[in-house]
């Protein structure tokens, strides 16, 4: 399968507990999106990089959050000190360069927090 | 802030007919893109329209673009009950510089009944 993946698929963690989700693009994209979808809502972004260089975050994400994409390829999305608000599905996209490239989206991690 | 906005929210049709769902947005835009999104599912991308095009077509879809309005719509001809989902309208912006994000709408939830 050469799509987006995401890992894992489901998390269920307690609150004030640190979570790390991962996201594996599909290998030659340069760009890799994270989204946050709760539920009848569409997609919010987050934040968005470029190779490994983060060059947009959203006011959503808080210093609770932090993402990285160290090497340019898989990246990873951080949530310390979760609360219920975090419960949502995390979304990882990724596309090439240019304007007009499609986004190609995993399955997404979805992240309950009790 | 979600840049688009689908309607109707709901909408529920007898298979075979024809289904058309509207997307408005604020800003100009690079692109559209149209996305469907199965119950707990990623998203699947299904057309990407681009500012400088007025309508295109695939399969049994087909988008419009209409700019001097912000607007866009989706029409899935002689519907299955298999297109029974969530469809959303991503508008594609670049911000500044080589920035560039997709942002969501909040999307029209889809019944095709049989």
């Known amino acids: 399968d050469t799509g987006v993946s995401q890992d894992p698929r489901h998390k269920i963690t307690k609150r004030g507990q640190n979570v790390t989700f991962r996201c594996d693009p599909i290998?030659?994209?340069?760009?890799l999106y994270w989204y946050r979808q709760t539920l009848g809502q569409g997609p919010e972004f987050l934040t968005y990089?470029?190779?490994?260089?983060?060059?947009?975050k959203s006011r959503l994400l808080s210093d609770r959050f932090s993402a990285e994409r160290p090497k340019g390829s898989f990246s990873t999305l951080e949530i310390q000190r979760t609360e219920q608000g975090d419960s949502a599905m995390y979304l990882c996209?990724?596309?090439?360069?240019?304007?007009?490239?499609?986004?190609?989206f995993g399955q997404g991690t979805r992240l309950t927090v009790v | 802030s979600q840049q688009g906005e689908e309607d109707p929210q709901a909408l529920s049709i007898q298979e075979g007919e024809n289904a058309t769902m509207n997307c408005s947005y604020k800003?100009?835009?690079?692109?559209l893109q149209w996305y469907r999104q199965n119950s707990g599912r990623g998203l699947v991308h299904l057309i990407l329209?681009?500012?400088?095009?007025r309508e295109k077509h695939s399969g049994r879809l087909r988008v419009t673009l209409d700019t001097s309005k912000k607007s866009s719509s989706l029409l899935i001809t002689a519907s299955r009950a298999a297109d029974t989902a969530s469809y959303f309208c991503a508008t594609g912006l670049n911000s500044g510089g080589s920035n560039y994000k997709l942002t969501f709408g909040k999307g029209t939830l889809l019944t095709v009944n049989p």
């Open positions: 996209a990724s596309s090439l360069m240019g304007q007009g490239a499609e986004a190609f």
């Open positions: 329209i681009r500012s400088n095009e």
């Open positions: 800003t100009s835009i690079n692109n």
């Open positions: 990089f470029q190779n490994e260089a983060q060059l947009e």
């Open positions: 290998s030659e994209h340069n760009r």
